[in-house]
């Protein structure tokens, strides 16, 4: 797997060999390549006093200072390092004695090199939870954004979404897998972004809609091929892993995967490494992997449509992103941006909205989300003549059967105030304001006693007076 630790990682051994084959083992086994080597053990502290490190991996017999009294002094002075004790001697004794003091683990130098590489890389995933837990609690106590910037393109100001950006400022150094979950149109392209601006990744985010590859296209798609790998393959062809170095490659849709893409996704992710169709050597992959979908991955997998090993490595760092059903107070302010935008784009000027569309809104469930609030937008700034916005565009999209309306019996009611008739009493005019509400409300008494400014109570009464007259409010 390719770690990519968010700290690094101190080697001390007197041995350059041993520390030069160690080095060159996490390089090529685990793509951990943020290492620092020391062979002087009187110089570890100042190391561990100017560098971000976040595990030492510690010889005991050294000369000037041993093991056993650095060990003490990390623990005592750097309490968030950990330390792997690797000893040439196999002594239980001593191994348990340096657990009780602080130490994560104990190898000996003898084991097998791949029983100590997995360990490094345990140790190395235990520190960055145990990082990412100190400061998202830090971030969930203070309730602060330290780069709000990355966020700057997701209109919101539900708590939360505010949660969700919080947690992707802990966890963007981690170089684990991201799976950003939610319906269709909650915007999880706009988080697998911001995720991406976070980590500071000097690569360039990669996009993939994994919808729909069959496993020949999305094996070619991530990995590319070489020359001749199958027919019409007349040159070498580089893969979104290739072009994600470095960067982020974000995988869309990813609950529709074949299971042979799943396999070949799940290869990618444990060992760091694939093949480019047609090739015999592997390639080092040096991208984060962040996926998205709006299927429940758990249930699926549950189901036996989704690989539980898959599903566990890509929810290592897991977010939920709300549908805008759940965060009403957005309506608003994504509307406002979304005329905005549409207005600018059509080259309109920004129009005023009926004070009941937002109510209106709320009332809608948004099966399409964002992205449903978005098209409404749009096509009624398509078809904007007047000052003021139309709330017939809105209403067709959110009943599509509906028709467009005949002139009502409220419409012509309200052109009372000519010249040539008598003003009506304000028993009348209450009247028409109520059956206007009514209209505009599509019946709903709560949304109609807001607008008219009364409480629903007496709405209900005034009502019920017009039916006992004999006129209907609609």
């Not at 330390?83 to 994560?104: M, P, R, W, Y």
């Not at 799940?266 to 592997?282: A, I, M, N, T, V």
């Amino acid at each position: 797997m390719n770690l990519y630790p968010a700290f690094g990682l101190l080697l001390v051994d007197d041995e350059p060999s041993f520390l030069r084959s160690l080095s060159i083992a996490l390089e090529r086994s685990g793509g951990i390549n943020h290492l620092h080597r020391c062979e002087d053990s009187r110089q570890v502290m100042d190391i561990l006093a100017r560098e971000n490190i976040g595990l030492v991996t510690l010889d005991l017999t050294m000369p000037h200072l041993s093991g056993e009294t650095l060990l003490r002094q990390i623990v005592e002075e750097h309490p968030d390092v950990g330390v792997i004790v690797i000893s040439g001697l196999n002594q239980v004794e001593t191994a348990v004695d340096c657990i009780k003091h602080g130490a994560f683990d104990y190898f000996v130098k003898t084991d097998e090199q791949s029983r100590l590489i997995e360990g490094i890389k345990r140790a190395i995933r235990l520190q960055e939870l145990r990082q990412e837990n100190q400061e998202l609690r830090r971030r969930f106590l203070n309730d602060t954004l330290e780069h709000p910037e990355a966020f700057a393109d997701i209109v919101t100001d539900d708590k939360g979404m505010r949660s969700v950006f919080q947690y992707l400022e802990s966890v963007a150094p981690s170089g684990q897998p991201l799976l950003i979950s939610g319906e269709s149109g909650v915007g999880k392209e706009l988080i697998a972004r911001a995720a991406h601006d976070l980590s500071g990744r000097p690569g360039p985010l990669v996009c993939v809609n994994a919808a729909g590859l069959d496993d020949g296209v999305f094996a070619d798609t991530l990995f590319g091929h070489e020359r001749g790998a199958f027919t019409g393959a007349d040159r070498p062809r580089a893969g979104m892993v290739e072009q994600a170095a470095d960067g982020t490659l974000f995988l869309d849709e990813i609950g529709d995967l074949s299971p042979a893409s799943q396999v070949k996704l799940l290869r990618l992710l444990q060992e760091g490494e694939y093949y480019p169709l047609g090739s015999d050597r592997p390639k080092r992959a040096r991208a984060r992997i962040v996926v998205a979908t709006h299927h429940d991955l758990e249930a699926r997998q549950r189901e036996g449509d989704f690989r539980k090993d898959l599903y566990y490595r890509l929810r290592t760092h897991q977010v939920w992103i709300p549908p805008l059903r759940r965060r009403h107070g957005d309506i608003p302010l994504l509307l406002d941006h979304f005329l905005a935008e549409a207005a600018d784009e059509l080259g309109k000027p920004r129009p005023t909205y009926p004070p009941e569309l937002p109510i209106l809104l709320a009332n809608h469930p948004f099966p399409g989300n964002v992205r449903e609030l978005r098209a409404m937008a749009y096509d009624a700034m398509s078809v904007h003549r007047s000052r003021t916005l139309s709330m017939e565009v809105f209403r067709r999209a959110i009943d599509p059967g509906r028709t467009a309306p005949e002139p009502s019996e409220a419409c012509v009611e309200r052109h009372v105030f000519t010249p040539n008739e008598p003003l009506p009493t304000l028993h009348e005019v209450a009247d028409l304001l109520v059956r206007e509400a009514m209209r505009r409300a599509e019946g709903n008494q709560s949304i109609a006693s807001r607008l008219l400014g009364i409480s629903q109570p007496a709405l209900s009464k005034r009502l019920k007076k017009l039916r006992e007259a004999g006129s209907e409010p609609l």
